[in-house]
């Protein structure tokens, strides 16, 4: 069983920063791919950003390219998200994901996952 816990969520105006991250606990961190999600009011939850165990090689959403980055540290069981240049169409929970099985093009979906935090929100506006 893995437990995973986000923190970080906030209030920011548009153009600011957030930094989320996500504690892992109860199973070996690595070598999973983990991966963040949103989810806003009355839409389904889509992939964000996801990062393979190593940490070499991390994809990204369309939209969030140049803008967030995601990381891990394996020897800390944590994986973060920074988000910067945020605006209104950021705004939802975030989600942090672990996958045991899913690897490719999995990784891209919710599909792909088989663990979850209990999110955390973000929120953009003026």
């Known amino acids: 069983q893995v437990h995973l816990v986000e923190s970080g969520g906030g209030s920011v105006q548009p153009g600011g920063s957030l930094r989320l991250s996500c504690v892992a606990s109860?199973?070996?961190?690595?070598?999973?791919?983990m991966g963040w999600f949103h989810q806003a009011p009355g839409k389904d939850r889509e992939f964000v950003a996801g990062?393979?165990?190593?940490?070499?090689?991390?994809f990204y959403e369309d939209s969030v390219k140049g803008r967030f980055t995601i990381s891990r540290d394996n020897a800390k069981n944590t994986v973060s998200l920074q988000m910067n240049s945020l605006d209104a169409e950021d705004t939802a929970v975030y989600y942090c994901a672990l996958a045991t099985l899913g690897y490719g093009g999995s990784l891209f979906h919710r599909s792909g996952y088989d663990y979850w935090g209990q999110g955390t929100q973000v929120t953009v506006s003026s």
């Open positions: 990062i393979t165990w190593s940490g070499g090689y991390p």
């Open positions: 109860g199973r070996t961190f690595s070598p999973y791919a």
